[in-house]
């Protein structure tokens, strides 16, 4: 049982650049979450997803877009990268109550 | 939508002393508060919750309180050890029993626990 993973767990991308972050959790969770943390500011709601082939904005959400195509599967999309989305980015899943947090992303834009 | 605040930004304590962390929320059908630990370089873990039902909660050396008519909640840490440094978020959000809600997490503490 691998909880929630993350892949990759670090990238740097030239401004304009694409890239898609996975998050895949083997808990069999309804809910799925992604989202960034930058200093100072907490954890931020990008995406959510309440089931398999749903989603969802949060707090966040511009500059990014999301899939789950599969139930264990929660892709996080950047389609033009910006400087401003260095950040670290973490997945998490949750079924009742808590969440599980994956390990996280490490994305710097430059 | 939710909004929640968290203080202070840092806390240092030591050893054996007690730390206490506050948060305010702001949607009085929030029902549900988690606080989280994160170790530098790591995840964040659960470590204590409570729902809107409930006052108070304790497990061990860690405890929570909620005051639902001011709309705050508190983490006490007592007898802190150096491994409790950490930084610790506390979230509010709807709908605990299941339901996709989201959290609303708060900016962080910074606890250092010195020798």
């Known amino acids: 049982n691998a909880g929630v993973t993350q892949t990759p767990k670090f990238r740097v991308l030239k401004t304009g650049q694409s890239m898609t972050l996975l998050c895949a959790q083997d808990?069999?969770?309804?809910?799925m979450y992604w989202y960034r943390q930058d200093p100072g500011m907490g954890l931020r709601l990008i995406h959510y997803?309440?089931?398999?082939?749903?989603?969802a904005k949060g707090e966040v959400p511009d500059g990014y877009n999301v899939s789950r195509l599969k139930k264990q599967n929660f892709l996080l999309g950047l389609e033009s990268a910006a400087p401003s989305q260095t950040s670290v980015y973490f997945c998490?899943?949750?079924?009742?109550?808590?969440?599980?947090f994956g390990p996280g992303t490490r994305l710097t834009v430059t | 939508g939710e909004n929640v605040e968290q203080h202070p930004s840092t806390l240092s304590v030591q050893e054996g002393d007690s730390a206490v962390i506050k948060c305010t929320y702001s949607d009085s059908a929030s029902n549900y508060f988690p606080w989280y630990k994160q170790e530098l370089g790591k995840r964040p873990q659960l470590i204590i919750d409570?729902?809107?039902?409930?006052g108070e909660k304790k497990d061990q050396r860690i405890a929570v309180t909620l005051n639902k008519t001011a709309k705050h909640f508190s983490l006490h840490i007592t007898e802190t050890q150096p491994e409790d440094s950490a930084v610790y978020f506390c979230a509010a959000s709807l709908g605990a029993e299941g339901g996709g809600n989201k959290l609303t997490f708060g900016t962080g503490t910074q606890l250092k626990v010195e020798l």
């Open positions: 409570i729902r809107s039902n409930v």
């Open positions: 808990m069999n969770h309804e809910y």
């Open positions: 998490a899943s949750r079924v009742w109550g808590e969440q599980y």
């Open positions: 997803s309440v089931g398999e082939g749903t989603t």
